[in-house]
């Protein structure tokens, strides 16, 4: 099965601070999307992005489908940033997806 | 748009009850649900994907008898944890498929003394 690879594993910044998440996968995807996980386990949707770029806000994405990896980008990095954020891939667009482990993110005050 | 809801948020239990969760898609219909399973500081597990109308599809290694699911409606899917042991406590959370993004409940805490 494919296997995904989330990089760093922890993450400790000062707020303001940008921050790039890296996201490996070993096989071709037609799924990938981004997710936070915040403090009281509550998984939220930051993106759909199988290839190319996307933004939203202060967190933006890019998907290199050719290379197989995904990148996210937060910057001006808030308290309410904190969490772990998961990529997560399938081979089918509409079907399971495959968690990596994740990058923990602490944001000091 | 797009919620999720489980119920109940935490529970605990005896060893050797079962144990009911029910995950709802609120306001859209979701043909395909699916179960993960959480233990602390790890990532989601999938154990199974559940299609309304049909069986669901277990991951390997998850025992499709002691976890059941059934995906009764369209907004509508339950997993029971029969004869539940303090192994499986766990943080149970579900999901709901939506054209091509899975949206998620805010999951499930089951302790089993």
């Known amino acids: 099965g494919i296997q995904v690879e989330q990089s760093p594993p922890d993450l400790i910044l000062q707020e303001g601070a940008n921050s790039t998440l890296r996201c490996n996968f070993s096989?071709?995807?037609?799924?990938l999307q981004w997710f936070h996980q915040n403090p009281w386990g509550q998984l939220i949707n930051l993106f759909y992005i199988p290839s190319g770029t996307k933004q939203n806000g202060r967190l933006s994405a890019t998907t290199v489908a050719t290379e197989r990896y995904s990148l996210l980008y937060i910057s001006s990095s808030q308290t309410t940033d904190s969490g772990v954020y998961f990529c997560a891939v399938g081979e089918n667009r509409d079907d399971k997806i495959i968690f990596g482990k994740g990058t923990r993110l602490h944001i000091l005050p | 748009g797009a919620v999720v809801s489980q119920h109940p948020s935490w529970v605990i239990c005896k060893s050797g009850t079962s144990v009911k969760i029910e995950c709802r898609s609120l306001?859209?219909?979701?043909?395909?649900m699916f179960w993960y399973r959480q233990f602390p500081k790890q990532s989601l597990m999938l154990m199974a994907t559940s299609n309304e109308g049909s069986k669901a599809t277990y991951e390997q290694g998850v025992e499709k008898d002691k976890f059941l699911i059934n995906h009764a409606s369209l907004t509508l899917s339950t997993l029971t944890v029969t004869s539940a042991h303090p192994e499986d406590s766990s943080f149970y959370i579900c999901?709901?498929?939506?054209?091509?993004?899975?949206?998620f409940g805010p999951g499930t805490r089951l302790t089993v003394l």
């Open positions: 306001d859209f219909q979701a043909t395909t």
């Open positions: 999901s709901a498929q939506l054209v091509d993004t899975q949206y």
């Open positions: 096989d071709s995807v037609n799924n």
